[in-house]
């Protein structure tokens, strides 16, 4: 079938139930970890779509969290074309629709081979490794040193002080939105924040499933970095968690994170050999 023949279009609501389909049971299919789901995205753009006579082949979503920066939310496609056709048809148009925004960072977390390959021949460059590591109730968990800071359930007015210790802690493609923030909170089986005083020093999202529990997100006011804050999160996230009788925990990191990395180790997490390679795209740069 020729690219002439295909029409590629922005989708819409009434697309919904289709695009659920295509998740569903596509033969290629890439979700970015998101607090967001893919078809929540609906709405926004770039979010494009391959069709034929009403019949939908492939999909590519990738609109903007925060002004510079965006994450390939979705690709999926389905048997009836080529991935690498529906790929570059699909990436074509959402380059063209990125590059009138200006400057913009897109941002991959391949899970799969296949999609390394598809983002490599477009210029995407492997940046860094999400690394995961395991924490279990039956490691020792050194306690946290005696210190002035408090941790306290997170309540939503804390939320624009987090949404700043973010963005400071953060490199730019890791930046959250409020709006992400805010879902974050509304999802988290645990939610808490570091007290100086009246003042939040530092923050983390928690989840959990019948798998076990996981450390989602934690960040630390960059000026109170260094004195062991990070550390009385983690302990707190951990201590709660082995009262609820979770026994395994995870955590993702970057592979060259020097920090987190010595944070979790001292936690008592071990890496589990199980990474995930990122991939930057930039425009006008």
């Known amino acids: 079938m020729n690219e002439i023949d295909y029409n590629i279009r922005t989708a819409m609501p009434s697309d919904r139930s289709r695009l659920a389909n295509l998740i569903h049971f596509g033969a290629y299919i890439h979700q970015h970890l998101d607090w967001k789901a893919p078809l929540d995205w609906i709405g926004s753009k770039p979010y494009l779509l391959v069709e034929k006579e009403g019949d939908l082949f492939a999909t590519l979503a990738c609109p903007p969290d925060l002004p ?7 690709f999926a496609a389905n048997s009836l074309i080529n991935v690498g056709q529906a790929w570059k048809l699909l990436w074509n148009a959402t380059n063209e629709e990125l590059s009138q ?3 913009i ?3 991959a977390i391949s899970l799969q081979s296949w999609f390394n390959e598809l983002l490599e021949e477009s210029e995407f460059e492997h940046s860094d490794d999400v690394i995961v590591l395991m924490w279990d109730s039956t490691t ?4 946290p040193d005696p210190s002035s800071i408090t941790i306290r359930p997170m309540i939503p007015e804390d ?65 109170m970095q260094g004195k062991g804050i990070g550390y009385l999160l983690v302990h707190q996230v951990l201590s709660q968690f082995n009262k609820q009788g979770v ?31 990122v991939y930057q795209h930039n425009f006008n740069q």
């Open 68 to 74: 510079e920066i965006t994450w390939i939310r979705l």
């Open 101 to 103: 925004i200006g400057k």
């Open 105 to 107: 960072q897109v941002a």
């Open 140 to 143: 020792s968990l050194p306690k």
């Open 159 to 223: 939320l624009e002080t987090i949404e700043i210790i973010d963005h400071e802690a953060f490199g730019t493609i890791w930046k959250n939105s409020l709006e992400s923030l805010e879902l974050a909170f509304q999802q988290a089986s645990l939610a808490s924040v570091a007290e100086r005083g009246d003042e939040v020093v530092g923050y983390q999202y928690s989840t959990s499933s019948t798998m076990g529990g996981h450390l989602a997100r934690l960040a630390v006011k960059t000026s």
């Open 247 to 277: 026994r395994q925990v995870t955590v993702n990191t970057q592979e060259k994170n020097v920090a987190s990395l010595g944070l979790y180790s001292k936690a008592g997490f071990s890496v589990t050999g199980e990474s995930y390679r």
